[in-house]
């Protein structure tokens, strides 16, 4: 049994870490496209180039609230996988990872 629950508990660790570099990569892309669209209004470029780049920059930010959800989720079944963990698995390397993401990832979204 105890190995099913470390079995679990890495699958969930690596969704949580999925999501979370997903994330990451999301808002960075958002800065990305935020600062190329400024650039081409600065630069006077052509209206329908800069309107293309402004569909861009909305689809990025769309992404962002989704991925934001499917983090919270998959923190919340990682936080429940390591509520039930065993006191005997306590000390495991993966059972202290996770927690050291739960944190992590509380961190990331809190400050967004």
Same mark, same amino acid.
């Given at each position: 049994?105890?190995?099913?629950?470390?079995?679990?508990?890495?699958?969930?660790?690596?969704?949580?870490? /999925?999501?979370?570099?997903?994330?990451?990569?999301?808002?960075?892309?958002?800065?990305?496209?935020?600062?190329?669209?400024?650039?081409?209004?600065? &630069? &006077?470029?052509?209206?329908?180039?800069?309107?293309?780049?402004?569909?861009?920059?909305?689809?990025?930010?769309?992404?962002?609230?989704?991925?934001?959800?499917?983090?919270?989720?998959?923190?919340?079944?990682?936080?429940?996988?390591?509520?039930?963990?065993?006191?005997?698995?306590?000390?495991?390397?993966?059972?202290?990872?996770? /927690?050291?993401?739960?944190? &992590?990832?509380?961190?990331?979204?809190?400050?967004?």
């Amino acid at each position: 049994m105890a190995s099913q629950e470390l079995k679990t508990l890495k699958i969930r660790i690596g969704v949580c870490k /999925r999501l979370l570099k997903e994330l990451q990569s999301y808002e960075s892309e958002v800065e990305r496209e935020t600062a190329k669209t400024q650039k081409m209004k600065d &630069n &006077n470029a052509d209206a329908h180039d800069i309107k293309q780049q402004e569909n861009v920059l909305s689809e990025s930010k769309m992404m962002i609230p989704d991925c934001r959800k499917r983090l919270e989720t998959a923190l919340a079944q990682l936080e429940t996988s390591l509520a039930s963990i065993n006191e005997d698995l306590e000390k495991e390397e993966d059972v202290t990872a996770a /927690r050291q993401l739960v944190t &992590n990832a509380q961190s990331v979204l809190e400050v967004a």
